[in-house]
């Protein structure tokens, strides 16, 4: 423990195109230590939520360098979302590598796009990187930031994009008074700016934001997304990491994926220097606490109350300091599992000896909203149950309800609602399993096999898993999204003939709860779930270019040799042991 702390402010740390990006850092007085980096473009001198983080860091030891990314604070230059990272990542790296109170480790923390950074500067293959602490990012940036099923991740996407923009236009003194105000006025009307269309029609973001039209222009995974993607480059990225997220965060796929990626794909040396730690949390994860959405956890669910801090730091320790203290000989895996209110460590994500159960979708084509005859059943149905039909209108489209949301707390709330709002619609097809009579514990990625036919050449399917209570409370547990014309491939989009029954996979990411005797599991089936994705106009133009709209009747088919399907991880309790903490 330091008992003095000396603080640099406005460093200043050349990037190879001469470019200055302006870093705080914080570190023991008089020392030589290993460093801790944090690069982000939410302003390094406010802290933030990783503030208390930093300065333990720096107490315990630890030179923690807060700098600001490319673009954003003080640092010069232009920013870009993603594509100067890795390189940006390598020459403050290698500038703080070579500072006399570095020792010449370095280590990598925050969560979000400073997730992004950790990411990107670990795939920049720097040999002073040594170990890394990425909280709720993605491993993606297609499939799970931007886009996820084929479709456009709409409120997060444009509402972060605003919240950036305003940043950047206020203290650029060549942007307008006329944009900045517009810009104001679009993220504080975000319900009427997502509605506009076509998807890039605010000229307002085209000079301080031009990446946002970028994106549109990339509805499908190319080049332009490869080059950035992280899962491709697992079996070069030579670092430990400890990968953290929640349940209703929205880069949970990108969090399990990053961790599940190294552990099998990684350099043989940093396969067993993987650790996942996954929370009931919103994207704000370790720092929100409860409640989550409108439901309590306990708390026993908070980042505190498992001291997820020190966690980090005895991590750094390992790895930058030789200072095993056996966190390298834990459980990989620490996860909090829903139901049973417990946190639970297991060996590997999936977790071992998961067994895939199917949950058929049965009616007698009558399964529109919960008053429905919709059935979850395991045994598979019979021939002669006619399909479920809804018509979707991208004009009335479902309103988003919860979920793994970011990062609007006003227009967006994540987490935890009560789905019977939802459900009460017409063009949703709710499906419902008899109550439980022995727990059924769920831990692992959720799929759902949907085999259904549209009047449109294009159109969306969604998809959501909902844990109902004895008193009907219907509690979201995942949901997921696919874009028709990328049911085979996001790489070459293919149209829908009209009226043919195609087979989906709908990938709803993962949970970790336990249906408890009395409970009964639901599945919901519809097109839309706005505006957390946009609406797909069902019109089979370019995904993002229509203003025009139109209807489509779709239909679920489920009988004979079609057996849609809720397909469910099943673990027992060998699979995970209880995590003992002392409170």
Known sequence: MSESITVDRMLAVPMRDGVILRADVY????????????RTPYDRTGLGMYGTFALRAASAGYAVVMQDVRGRGASGGEFTPFVNER?????????IAAQPWCDGNVGMFGGSYDGVTQWQAAMSGHPALKAIAPNVTASSYHHGWVYRGGAFQLSFSLGWTLSLAAHNAARDPSVSGEIRAALVDAADRLPDTTGVLPLGDHPYLDTVAPYYREWLRHPGYDEFWERLDVSRAYPEINVAAFNMGGWYDTFLLGTLANFAG????GPAAVRDRQRLLIGPWPHAGLFSGNPVGEWNFGGRATGPAIDADGMQLRWFDTWLRD????????????LFTMGADEWRVADSWPLPGTEYEDW????????????????LRRDRPTFGQPPDSFVYNPRNPVPTLGGALCCNPVYTRGGVYDQRPIEARTDILVYTSEPLTEPLDVTGPVTVVLHAASTATDTDWTAKLVDVGPG??????????????????TSEPQLLTPGEVVEYRIDLGATSNVFQPG??????VSSSNF??????PNTGQPPGTSAEMTSALQSVHHAGPYLSRLVLPVVTPESARPYRKEY
């Open 472 to 489: 009907g409370y219907a509690r979201n547990l995942a949901d997921g999204i696919i874009r028709a014309r990328y049911r085979e491939s």
């Open 27 to 38: 570190r023991p007085t008089g020392q030589r230590c290993p460093a801790l980096v944090f």
């Open 323 to 334: 200072g095993d203290d056996g966190i390298a000989g834990e459980p990989p895996v620490l």
């Open 87 to 95: 390189e940006d990542g390598y020459d403050s790296i290698d500038w």
């Open 360 to 375: 058929y979708l049965h009616s007698g084509g009558r399964a529109n909203t919960l008053h429905g005859d919709g059935e």
């Open 262 to 265: 190294m552990r099998a794909h």
């Open 531 to 536: 505006p957390h994705f946009d609406r797909n």
């Open 519 to 524: 409970h009964r599991i639901r599945l919901e």
